[in-house]
């Protein structure tokens, strides 16, 4: 056999190697951009450039008039009038550094997905929906980037805490997106769930979703400053103040000491159903999911531990950046178990075999 016949299965090989190299770079660049971005929200760097300019933008300030002209557009915010009035030139620098990263690294990271993956996709080695979904996610997430910036542009010196965790959300999609892609390939674990199993990745999903968009909240209210103790809230459990606004309900949405109390009591449902999940898994289903739900819960109770030291030592900024690092890595540690799940080979009637993926299929058989 000469070489021009040798079996293409070599060359797909080859070819996923390209692929995956990457996505990991893709999915590791996106924590990055998830790290500065968690650094420019703690040091209030976010609403420093008031104008969106996707391509002039690229280039900083470049010499002193340059400078003051950006610095004047930001005097006029509600930030600076009611926050940073004090502010020199100097200190302008400094948050507009974190800013641009983040802006640039957002740059970045579209280039990233759109260059390489048009060059794998003409060469067949990546699939065309997911090398235009990328990009596309991520100019997505650039433009509810800049919506959020002018929420905070109009009347109050902050962004809307709902659109800081829009912008969340939507990078941790694009983020899943990736690491989905990534997994596939990878091999995966044939089990058949039981009902209970299933009940219990259902609820640990579930409270994953509402604990990222309170600890979203907690960021954007800057709840974690009201109360500095664990596990009380002062001297009780449920301070009065928590239901304080009505309607009720709205102390859920608004209140910063209820989303604190919600975000700190979510974080241990989260890691009781976590154990709980492992010791199901384990007993019902052997090893197979041994280590997987070892880094699961070696994760979360990091982040569980991170959480409280951040409400007693009250909100040091490094370990804030470091809290939403490992938020990440908690989502990512849950994906990993549930993109490796396969459902066993059944036979139908025609004698053929069918394979039923249940990555993403929680539907309870009653």
């Not at 606004?245 to 102390?251: A, H, K, Q, Y």
């Amino acid at each position: 056999m000469n070489g021009n016949n040798r079996p293409n299965i070599n060359n797909r090989n080859f070819d996923t190697v390209y692929r995956n190299i990457w996505l990991l770079g893709f999915v590791l660049l996106l924590i990055m951009m998830v790290s500065v971005g968690g650094t420019t929200r703690m040091t209030r760097s976010g609403l420093s450039i008031t104008e969106w300019q996707p391509v002039s933008g690229i280039l900083p300030p470049i010499n002193e008039s340059d400078w003051v002209e950006y610095f004047e557009k930001y005097k006029v915010t509600p930030e600076f009038q009611e926050v940073n009035s004090h502010f020199a030139l100097s200190d302008y620098k400094k948050i507009f550094f974190w800013e641009y990263l983040h802006r640039l690294l957002g740059r970045v990271i579209f280039f990233y997905a759109l260059i390489p993956g048009l060059w794998l996709w003409r060469k067949k080695m990546a699939e065309g929906k997911l090398v235009f979904a990328l990009p596309a996610m991520v100019a997505l997430q650039g433009l509810v980037g800049w919506l959020m910036v002018k929420s905070g542009l109009k009347s109050l010196p902050a962004v809307s805490p709902f659109m800081l965790a829009l912008h969340f959300f939507m990078a941790l999609a694009t983020l899943i997106v990736a690491y989905y892609y990534l997994s596939k390939r990878r091999s995966r674990l044939v089990v058949q769930l039981t009902k209970l199993q299933k009940v219990l990745l259902f609820i640990l999903g579930v409270l994953l979703l509402f604990q990222v968009f309170y600890g979203c909240l907690t960021s954007g209210f800057r709840a974690g400053l009201y109360f500095c103790s664990f596990p009380k809230m002062g001297d009780s459990y449920l301070p009065d103040i928590a239901m304080s606004i009505t309607p009720v309900l709205n102390n859920f949405f608004i209140n910063p000491v209820m989303i604190q109390w919600v975000h700190r009591w979510l974080g241990i449902g989260v890691l009781i159903i976590v154990y709980l999940s492992a010791i199901v898994f384990i007993a019902q289903s052997g090893r197979q999911f041994f280590r997987a739900f070892i880094h699961l819960i070696s994760i979360v109770t990091i982040q569980v531990l991170s959480g409280i030291l951040l409400i007693l030592w009250v909100v040091p900024i490094p370990l804030a950046i470091f809290h939403q690092f490992f938020a990440t890595l908690v989502v990512l540690g849950f994906c990993n178990i549930i993109f490796r799940i396969k459902a066993p080979i059944h036979c139908n009637g025609g004698g053929r075999n069918t394979e039923v993926e249940a990555a993403l299929d929680f539907k309870l058989s009653v």
